[in-house]
């Protein structure tokens, strides 16, 4: 008899509630007397059609997994709650719980095959003012993905939440990824979205507006005027100076967004602005009637991107100029991409 009874009492644990939640019932006893609580009431619920009340109780239930420490475990009841009711509208959340905490684990790659499960099999929802799938996107463009994915990633994002992300920004990534790829064309479309939204901040990168504007200048006209070799350059640069001659000093100047200005502009200009003296203009005429001393190395501020040239002695208010040059970002053509340009003068000594 006790053998049978032994027996019954197993079947019930195996097949009942306590035995059909009890791996997941962890942590301090007021948290396990909690979890029975929610367990039971889950339960209660476990027909099909109480969706809501059923949300409730699994958001508590997962909470209390994974501020207990016990992430495998809420990860397990999560995706086996999904597995064993498919037609749960908020199954896509759930997955989104999931993929959170592997996020947070630093196991990316789990993290983004949920991510990525939840936008193509599971319905779009709205919670905590946001959208599933609108989360999901902007997860899946930062976490490593292919630039081709990347692309349609971005152009889902632009397509089907225009109104609650930064369009600029996603212009702007999106038209990189297409560089990444080498599809120029769609480069240069996506850069001019960008530029219609000069109010964009982009991290890391200040000067973001003025450099988009300078790369559209130079994917619309191939730039003939670089020079591989900077030193190249600016021994041209600096034989043109010193033999007054106009015609080869304009030969090397940028055609495309070359700017004059003080350092006090730099500094405090708008940066989707660029200021255009009349000094280019009659560049000549000033070397003509100038005895400009050209310092023998570029100045010390230079780096592999930037290079400053040091002139003195102008006949003008501002006797110092620092011719600048700067390498080139043109991915269509890899004899001319790396190079570098005279890009622009600065009046006076530096700030």
């Known amino acids: 008899m006790r053998y049978i009874f032994f027996v019954i009492c197993l079947l019930f644990l195996l097949t009942g509630c306590a035995s059909q939640y009890s791996y997941f019932v962890i942590g301090s006893p007021d948290e396990q007397n909690q979890l029975r609580e929610y367990f039971s009431l889950l339960n209660t619920y476990k027909k099909d059609g109480y969706y809501q009340e059923r949300f409730v109780i699994i958001n508590q239930i997962s909470n209390l997994l994974y501020n207990s420490l016990h992430r495998q475990k809420q990860i397990l009841f999560l995706t086996t709650y999904v597995q064993n009711h498919p037609k749960d509208v908020y199954n896509g959340y759930y997955l989104a719980l999931v993929a959170h905490t592997y996020e947070l684990m630093g196991a990316i790659p789990f993290a983004r095959y949920y991510y990525k499960k939840i936008f193509y099999n599971y319905q779009d929802l709205s919670f905590k003012d946001t959208y599933l799938h609108l989360l999901c996107l902007q997860k899946l463009v930062k976490m490593g993905a292919k630039p081709e994915e990347k692309i349609e990633y971005y152009k889902d994002l632009i397509a089907g939440y225009s109104n609650h992300i930064d369009l600029g920004e996603a212009y702007f990534f999106l038209a990189r990824t297409y560089e990444e790829v080498g599809e120029w064309d769609q480069a240069l479309l996506s850069y001019q979205q960008f530029l219609k939204y000069p109010d964009t901040k982009i ?30 350059l600016v021994a041209k640069i600096r034989d043109a100076i010193k033999t007054k001659n106009v015609a080869e000093l304009y030969a090397y100047r940028a055609k495309t967004n070359f700017f004059a200005m003080t350092w006090e502009q730099k500094k405090y200009v708008r940066q989707e602005q660029f200021i255009r ?57 890899p004899e001319i991409n790396g190079g570098w340009e005279w890009a622009g003068i600065f009046f006076g000594e530096k700030l």
């Open 277 to 333: 003296s009349t000094i280019v203009d009659y560049l000549g005429n000033f070397l003509y009637k100038s005895h400009v001393i050209v310092a023998d190395k570029l100045d010390v501020d230079s780096n592999s991107q930037e290079a400053y040239l040091l002139t003195k002695n102008w006949e003008y208010d501002k006797r110092t100029w620092y011719f600048y040059f700067r390498r080139v970002n043109y991915g269509p053509d």
């Open 203 to 232: 991290a890391g990168i200040p000067n973001a507006y003025h450099e988009v504007m300078a790369k559209v200048e130079l994917y619309k006209a191939p730039p003939t005027w670089v020079v591989s070799d900077l030193n190249q």
